[in-house]
């Protein structure tokens, strides 16, 4: 029978009974709904409950769920709700809604303690496994493209690396500067302040000397690299990625590496030794002044002492540093740039975890360095 659907109720002795007739589609919806709040309140009333479809007419998917719905609501309780008469045409239907929604909710299980550290540990070792090979990837992709520059000098930019060089190395020497100053200055005074105690004032001056060329020197210039030079690569070229403007270079035939990545580079493995022996020499100044200022030690003895505590190899050990901890900076904020993305959060997480990651293998690279030049004597 088709037209105006309906539900009527026919009860027997054991059970209640219901036979659905005309067209159960959406464009009787609103009959559907009421007919189904109706008779949802007659589960109350009989032990079980008997639906015959046998009379319906058309049927959609708006129809097979509100049926569906009702036996929901009429298998509360303990009561048995079952479907009759069912055309085969629509068995599929209804099994496939009756699947969808009468999934048992499941408690997720949450393994012990010491699974989901060992799961943590795993994932972060394959993580950083995963970090390291990307690394070295970038290192192999920029030597090529180095040797390939070389081969062709024409490919080479000059105005783009001019441009970095005075983006990474020219404006940063006045905070650069200042910084190194400032440290220099607080190593001087906290020096004073402790060997004042056994009259070994004098010996601040090789402290402060042999720590700023050696190792405070280039850490504090390639840590303040990282975040000023190294983050603004890594939103640079992740801002490039999110809007796809390297896929674009790559579709005009031109590569990334050579056209975004090498400038930026070269700017940096020349700027950072620059940026180390203006930041060594500001320190030393500022530990002077303080010396003066604050310990009574004259410029004519400080500058003498100073001749006498440190040397040439002093100097090389820090400077010598600078380039493989820029290649190193560099690395690591043009790969994460290119991991980015589509997403601003996406740009969050690997700027930071591009200064993380740099300011960390810096440190690192410093402690090989240090064993390196204590196992040859220097």
Known sequence: MNGAPALVTRKSSDRLELVAKGDWTAEHAHELELLIETMGKERSQAGGVAIDVSDVGKLDTFGAWLIERLLRALGTGGSEARLIGLPPHYKAL?????????????????????????????????????????????????????????????RFRATSTVFQLERVGWRAVPIVIL?????????????????????????????????????????IVCIMVAGRSGSAYTAELGTMKMRE???????????????????????????????????????????????????????????????????????????????????????????????????????GQQTTASVVKSIFLVIVLDGLFAMFFAAIGI
């Not at 403007?245 to 950072?272: H, N």
């Not at 190899?313 to 993305?341: R, S």
């Open 94 to 154: 209804l099994d496939e809604l009756e699947q969808v929604t009468r999934i048992p909710s499941r408690t997720p299980r949450h393994p012990p303690a010491v699974t989901r550290g060992l799961t943590l540990i795993g994932v972060a070792v394959a993580d950083m496994a995963d970090s390291v090979v990307k690394l070295v990837q970038m290192l192999g992709q920029i030597v090529l493209t180095m040797l390939a520059v070389l081969i062709h000098p024409s």
């Open 179 to 219: 910084i190194t100053f400032l440290i220099g200055a607080i190593i001087a005074q906290q020096g004073i302040f402790h060997f004042r105690r056994f009259g070994a004032d004098v010996f601040v001056v090789d402290m402060v000397g042999i720590l700023v060329l050696r190792e405070i020197g280039v850490l």
């Open 245 to 347: 403007e390297i896929d674009a270079l790559q579709t005009m035939g031109l590569d990334p590496i050579e056209v975004l990545i090498l400038p930026r580079m070269i700017a940096l493995v020349i700027a950072v030794p620059i940026l180390t022996f203006l930041g060594s020499m500001a320190a030393l100044y500022g530990g002077g002044l303080v010396c003066w200022v604050y310990g009574g030690i004259e410029p004519e003895v400080f500058l003498a002492r100073l001749r006498e505590a440190i040397s040439i190899d002093h100097f090389l050990v820090g400077i010598t540093k600078a380039p493989f901890m820029a290649l190193t900076i560099g690395i690591v904020a043009c790969n994460e740039g290119l991991q980015v993305k589509g997403s601003a959060q996406s740009l």
